[in-house]
């Protein structure tokens, strides 16, 4: 069973829709949760860190935790075109180690 | 500005013939990691420092070793490349606490001939 599970996509929107992704975990000791955004080419970059259950906002993106569910999202709202890209779900759970999701490609129509 | 990083961002080399790609830090984080990257994969850890002790993940092929000078900068050395080792490198620092983020460099792309 794979840790970290993402749909690997591609997830397409129009612009200005928001986009909706996410990412179960198998480890129920995990204690932080990141969300990276990679263009092709490009090394990860993150844009959303979380660690409680609940919804934290940044901008135009929101993390949603659920730690019950193993479950964590990312919500983009009004997708712009600039926003295509793909996101990695990483997990931190035991020592130093951030356990990868396989990214989920989203793709912003114009 | 603080920031991780490597050079060079392109290496091309030849089949079997060694290879080191470099990483610094102005962060000043204690913990360096090195991660391969193939395309539409996840990135997947090779090693890690912790201070100057030395994590190899399990599936790490003997190929691959990593040295750390000092805390600002640490290697990948890959011994005799192979067409499969063909990838984009990544070197990733954190500093060490339970709510803290890891950061990226850019990246070395890595092309065997």
């Known amino acids: 069973q794979k840790e970290v599970e993402q749909n690997s996509g591609p997830l397409s929107v129009p612009e200005g829709a928001i986009a909706s992704l996410n990412c179960t975990y198998s480890?129920?000791?995990?204690?932080?949760f990141f969300w990276y955004r990679q263009y092709s080419g490009k090394s990860p970059e993150l844009i959303m860190s979380?660690?409680?259950?609940g919804d934290k906002e940044d901008g135009r993106f929101t993390a949603q935790l659920n730690k019950a569910s193993q479950y964590v999202s990312l919500l983009i709202r009004d997708s712009q075109p600039s926003d295509s890209a793909t996101y990695l779900c990483?997990?931190?759970?035991?020592?130093?180690?951030?356990?990868f999701g396989p990214g989920t490609r989203l793709s912003v129509l114009p | 500005d603080a920031m991780v990083i490597q050079n060079p961002r392109y290496q091309v080399t030849q089949f079997g013939k060694p290879v080191t790609l470099s990483c610094s830090q102005t962060l000043n984080h204690n913990v360096m990691y090195w991660y391969q990257q193939k395309s539409s994969q996840a990135p997947k850890l090779l090693f890690h420092y912790y201070d100057k002790d030395f994590n190899n993940e399990a599936d790490t092929p003997d190929n691959f070793q990593s040295r750390r000078p000092n805390t600002s900068f640490c290697f990948l050395d890959i011994r005799s490349p192979g067409l499969g080792d063909a990838a984009m490198y990544l070197c990733a620092t954190h500093r060490q606490g339970e709510y803290n983020e890891q950061f990226f460099g850019p990246g070395t792309r890595l092309t065997v001939l």
């Open positions: 480890d129920r000791g995990s204690q932080s």
């Open positions: 979380i660690y409680s259950n």
């Open positions: 990483a997990v931190r759970n035991y020592g130093q180690n951030f356990v």
